[in-house]
């Protein structure tokens, strides 16, 4: 079923040339373990080379106009638009996921890119009223924004080529080059944009992938002087390794979540189910905006756990290439296992299980628990999988409280027909996005979007990303003989 033909090899790619190194590996299919593809690995030399072409793209980056800039954009979004189909055929080999969820996540990524390039026009500093303070008589200033040169990229497994062009395109319209070190389990898509974007004409240099030893490498580029910023998106211990060890580098982090859904009794209770089962099952889980505790007021729970676990009932799960199948397998068999036993630890500590079970390899079924209890890890912390945890309140600011007793702090939504109710819950819900009468799943790409507390720090959203890639300058002068 699978559309792989024959094993494609995949070299690194930097100063606008493929490498094909000593090391090679392969990557499976993680629903099957079928090959699908070799790719090189390359070590801390390899690294040393791709920063110093950076370098080397970084000023040919910064040398164009923000037209140039642009245009390079448009060019790389139409020769994807063009290929979308291929884009998501190379994502679901290296995640697994449904076919259909890679297609989606493809036309994500070209408005991403479409976002990028619109940007990069926009780019502009602000004039300052200087004489707004006393000792600025007869000054006059403006702002305009620098790139900062050479950006390190970090990215996860899960979304790994939107992840990725959430940070390469901001980079690129700032006019920044990237040295990117994708996931070593999914750094196909990586692979694959750095062929289109030769056709694309970009300079060289200015988009670099290096794949191997994940932490060896992502710890090199975190610590080599000549790299300006690092954007990471992944879990927290890494996000904080990194934090720590990027000195006065900028750091961009986006890392976990466990995130909540609130449905008030005056809720549309079919909407709400409709998208819980989106937001808690889609990609199996595996997105750091998953939906992974629910909060139905105890009026509705009822009613809303018997439509839930019937809509979630009739998921189907199979084979990625299988057009009908909306669940396939996590990223690893050991992902699926560290997950089933934190189903099974919630269940021995008093939950009940309403749908799900038992895993089969890499997949484990959509799987709703109710009445999970709050120490259990599947209430604290982030499970990554596709589990749901349904627990009943009685009172709104309750339901506030629990939602934000968790160290993560990245989007939260509620559902409800009272709009003075859903925005006294926006105010007081401690993440970077509330959703009214929408789950946190959802993300359109040009909209700001990142975390608090545990979940991370700076925004994503091509126009947001951009001012953290680039440098602020002030210009002051003196006007005329005052
Ligand atoms: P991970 O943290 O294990 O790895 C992420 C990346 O960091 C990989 O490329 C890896 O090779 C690299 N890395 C590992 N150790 C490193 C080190 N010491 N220094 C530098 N780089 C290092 O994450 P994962 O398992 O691939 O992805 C899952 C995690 O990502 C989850 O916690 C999820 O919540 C998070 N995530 C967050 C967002 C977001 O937008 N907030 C989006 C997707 C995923």
Same mark, same amino acid.
């Given at each position: ?23 090679? /590996? ?7 373990? /079928? ?7 390359? =070590? ?10 950076? %370098? ?12 140039? $800039? ?62 707004? @303070? ?35 395109? !901001? ?28 056709? @694309? ?7 670099? %992938? ?13 610590? =080599? ?17 990194? $934090? ?23 809720? =549309? ?23 992974? $505790? &629910? ?46 036993? *934190? ?44 589990? %749901? ?46 959703? &009214? ?24 959203? !091509? ?13 002051? *002068? ?5």
């Amino acid at each position: 079923m699978s559309r792989v033909q024959a094993m494609e090899r995949y070299p690194l790619f930097f100063g606008g040339e493929f490498h094909e190194t000593p090391q090679r /590996s392969t990557i499976f299919l993680p629903f099957d373990g /079928s090959p699908v593809a070799q790719i090189f690995a390359g =070590d801390a030399a390899t690294m040393d080379h791709a920063i110093a072409c950076a %370098v080397e793209g970084a000023k040919l980056m910064a040398a164009l106009t923000n037209a140039e $800039r642009s245009e390079m954009l448009f060019r790389l979004h139409a020769l994807m638009t063009a290929e979308t189909e291929d884009f998501a055929q190379v994502i679901t080999n290296e995640t697994g996921k449904p076919i259909k969820e890679s297609r989606g996540e493809a036309e994500r990524t070209l408005q991403t890119l479409l976002s990028s390039a619109i940007e990069a026009r926009n780019l502009h500093g602000e004039v300052v009223p200087m004489e707004a @303070a006393p000792s600025a008589r007869g000054k006059m200033a403006m702002t305009v924004r620098e790139p900062l040169g050479v950006i390190g990229a970090i990215t996860p497994f899960n979304v790994p080529l939107n992840t990725a062009m959430h940070k390469i395109g !901001p980079a690129l319209a700032g006019g920044n080059a990237v040295v990117h070190k994708p996931s070593e389990e999914t750094p196909l898509s990586a692979l694959r944009l750095a062929q289109t974007m030769v056709r @694309a004409g970009l300079p060289k240099g200015a988009y670099n %992938v290096v794949c191997g030893d994940g932490p060896k490498l992502g710890q090199q580029l975190v610590a =080599d002087p000549r790299v300006a910023m690092i954007t990471f998106t992944g879990s927290v211990p890494v996000g904080k390794a990194i $934090r720590a060890a990027a000195g006065l580098k900028r750091v961009t982090l986006e890392l976990g979540g466990n995130c909540a859904v609130i449905i008030e009794p005056d809720a =549309d209770i079919d909407l709400a189910v409709a998208r819980c089962v989106v937001g808690s099952f889609s990609h199996s889980g595996q997105l750091c905006i998953s939906v992974q $505790r &629910i909060y139905a007021h105890a009026a509705i729970a009822h009613a809303f756990i018997d439509k839930f676990t019937a809509a979630t009932l009739k998921l189907r799960g199979g084979h990625p290439y299988d057009e009908l199948s909306d669940y396939s397998s996590l990223i690893t068999e050991k992902a699926a296992m560290r997950v089933d036993s *934190w189903i099974e630890e919630a269940i021995a500590q008093g939950a009940r299980r309403l749908t799900g079970g038992p895993r089969k390899g890499a997949t484990i079924p959509p799987t709703i628990l109710e009445n999970v209890p709050l120490t259990s890890k599947l209430a604290c912390q982030e499970v990554f999988g596709p589990v %749901v945890a349904v627990n009943r309140y009685t009172d709104l600011q309750e339901a506030i409280r629990l939602t934000n007793d968790t160290p993560f702090g990245l989007q939260a939504g509620i559902f409800t027909r009272d709009m003075m109710r859903a925005f006294d819950a926006a105010h007081k819900l401690k993440v970077g996005g509330v959703m &009214i009468n929408e789950v946190p799943t959802f993300r359109a790409d040009h909209m700001p979007y990142g975390g608090v507390k545990e979940s991370g720090q700076g925004r994503e959203g !091509p126009r947001y990303a951009i001012e953290e890639m680039t440098e602020l300058k002030l210009i002051c *002068w003196k006007t005329g003989l005052i």
